[in-house]
């Protein structure tokens, strides 16, 4: 049987979501309200990100690089991800993050050529531009990297998809996995909907059983 392992990657590989501190940190003006309003579904998460990046001064690869310097991973991972590479399971990082700062973070872990399926940052000149390479026009989420499509298309070459998350934007994608992974705000989310998952606290916790 062909299994493939999906993964959040912020709050869940890493112990925080990073991509909030660093807004929460840099960005001047009322991100909050951006904010807010994304979680209100009132705005898309692209339309979030793209706003709320608008708000950060002076942005640079050194401010970034800087800041990525106190973001850890759940250490747990680096162990279970190479048991995966053994075992010749694929697995993707899905996430409604940005690649220039996921990437980053693993590599300062010595973890490289992990397959990335998330929105794409760039600096072009002084300029940070945000694209959506993965988005979907009809995603119940209005997702920058719509995950329950990414979902949908990788099931067309596996048996069994199994996912790990802990937050808002795996909502959609609950319920279209064979086998969840929660805890947090997804947990929650999960419990109170009746969806059927298995509650996590690292990764040590996750058996994947071929």
């Known amino acids: 049987m ?16 990073g991509l909030y501190s660093f807004i929460e940190q840099y960005a001047k003006g009322d991100w909050e309200r951006i904010e807010q309003d ?20 002076n942005l640079s690869e050194e401010l970034i690089e800087n800041f990525i310097q106190t973001i850890s991973i759940d250490e747990t991972f680096i162990n279970f991800y190479q048991k995966l590479v053994e075992r010749q399971i694929d697995f993707y990082i899905v996430s409604d993050g ?19 399926i998330t929105n794409h940052g760039e600096f072009k000149g002084e300029y940070f531009e945000i694209t959506f390479p993965n988005d979907n026009p009809v995603c119940s989420n209005n997702a920058g ?28 994608v609950a319920d279209k996995a064979d086998i969840l992974y929660a805890k947090k ?8 909907k009746g969806i059927k998952c298995i509650s996590y606290n690292n990764f040590e916790d996750i058996n994947i059983i071929v």
Do not use: H, M
């Not at 062909?2 to 979501?17: A, E, N, P, Q, V």
């Not at 994304?38 to 001064?57: A, Q």
């Not at 940005?98 to 990335?116: A, H, V």
């Not at 997804?186 to 419990?191: D, R, V």
């Open 185 to 192: 705000r997804l947990l929650k989310y999960c419990q109170d």
């Open 145 to 172: 990297t719509c995950k329950c499509k990414v979902l949908k298309d990788l099931k067309k070459n596996y048996d069994e998809i199994i996912y790990i998350g802990d937050g808002a934007s795996d909502f959609c």
């Open 38 to 57: 994304w979680v209100d579904g009132k705005i898309s998460s692209k339309e979030c990100l793209t706003e709320e990046f608008k708000l950060v001064p």
């Open 98 to 116: 940005i690649d220039y700062f996921i990437n980053r973070i693993l590599e300062k872990y010595g973890l490289y050529g992990i397959k990335t």
């Open 2 to 17: 062909s299994i493939c392992i999906l993964s959040d990657f912020d709050g869940t590989i890493t112990t925080r979501d």
